[in-house]
């Protein structure tokens, strides 16, 4: 009886677990057995397995072989497997000497002609392997330069399984995977584009600095498309650490480019109306995969044409907005995502969407009305900021010819707002305002009742909810932090109740 073992990584949502491959090769009846719930991928590995070895100029042993997969009670998924049981059969096989393959980490899909292809996860993989204390892992050439971004391990890059015997018999020697500078980031769209709309520029600087959540309405051509695909470029680059989890969600969902392993810079996501909830929240009938609100975490979700999603489709998005994370849920598992997210509603203001706006609108008060209520009160109860973007009139075009202020402009401003508000809440374990629990906002970061008169008669004759009333005094917190004052005033909490009301005085 020969036994040999080796290591690889499963992964549930963005975390990673080892899973350790053992095969055993005994006298027997030819035949492979593969046991520790793998699913139909998985299973389907011995044959690439057993091709690839053959292919690569290898021998696939005609005996019994037992292949376990442990932890036996976790789920294995996809096709990053590969490599780990074509090593540890051939150390079994004695091919390889078994102290070789040991303590390595293989990830890795084989072809049947022996090539390693590229898999998704590696990052969170090798994170989940530095972790457990292994000190090299084993990926695809596509994949290294993503790999390499985890300090402390040493990573080796294969394009043949080929390669890898002759690595791990001596004949030859991989040098460890060099990880380059990054490539230079590609330019983002620029705030100066927008003609007029002071106040939906005044929006998206607010909705940045203090990250609020922001609802655009007006006819087409108002600009609330253009305003949305600048609020990214509004904030802040990424951290390392929020770097490398935006990074280990969008490898997962494949959607990692292969020139940039590393996302340095807030996403946006914009899905089509026609996105399912599985699209939009995540899921997958196979392996669980990351929705557009994950891939956008730390980023901007922009939803435009927001009246035509079906309405339950939108309302999934109430609780992963509130937690910053999602746990989807299958009977073989579950899967857990963050997914802190700006969150950015974009619709007409009646169906016919006149250019025009209200003055040419030929749709019925019950009309607008419907389509109004296309999105449900809870969800919009959510959102800080609600903006009614007039059309742009002509006077507004030749004034526009002024250049606006730019992007970078204005976001030395959202750094300087979020830097006051980092000091305010350091101590708490929250960095924006948006995220300060309604609570500490009354006990900790009191505004005095001279300054919510306003407020609390909204919240009195009903115009406001309680909720409601608490997302008013963050965004009367974040308006202080940008006009450099200690803190909340009138104006401020005036201004931020009408980017609260605006829409439905509207």
Known sequence: ????????????????????????????????????????????????VRAAVVNAGGEFPTRRITIGLSPASMPKQGSGFDLALAAAVLAAAGTLRRRAVDQLVLLGELGLDGSVRAIRGVLPAVLAAARAGHRQVVVPLANAAEAALVERVEVLAVESLAQLVEHLRGATVLQPYARGPLPDQPPVPDLADVVGQVAGRRAVEVAAAGGHHLFL???????????????????????????????????????????????????????????TMAALIGGGSGQIRPGALCRAHRGVLFIDEAPEFPRAVLDTLRQPLERGQVTIQRAAGSATFPCRAQLVLAANSCPCASAAGDTACTCSPLERRRYQSRLSGPLLDRVDLRVDLPPVTRAAWLDGLDAPEPTTVVAERVVRARAVAGERLAGTGLALNSQVPGRMLRERFAVPRSSLRLAERALERGALSVRGFDRVVRVAWTLSDL????????????????????????
Request: proline letters at 10%.
């Open 1 to 48: 009886m020969t036994l040999a073992r080796t290591w690889s990584v499963g992964l549930a949502g963005v975390q990673g677990a080892m899973v350790e491959v053992e095969v055993d090769i005994a006298a027997g009846l030819p035949g492979v057995v593969l046991v520790g719930l793998p699913d139909a991928v998985v299973r389907q590995s011995v044959d690439r």
């Open 217 to 275: 309405t007006g006819p087409p051509g108002a600009g609330k498309t253009m305003l949305a695909e600048r609020l990214p470029g509004l904030l802040p680059p990424l951290d390392e650490q929020a770097a490398l989890e935006v990074t280990a969600i969008h490898s997962i969902a494949g959607t990692l480019p292969s020139d940039a392993p590393l996302v340095t810079r807030p996403t946006f996501e914009a899905p089509h109306h026609s996105a």
């Open 483 to 506: 006009a450099g004052c200690t803190v909340p005033g009138p104006d401020e909490v005036a201004e931020a109740l009408g980017m609260r009301l605006q829409r439905s005085a509207a």
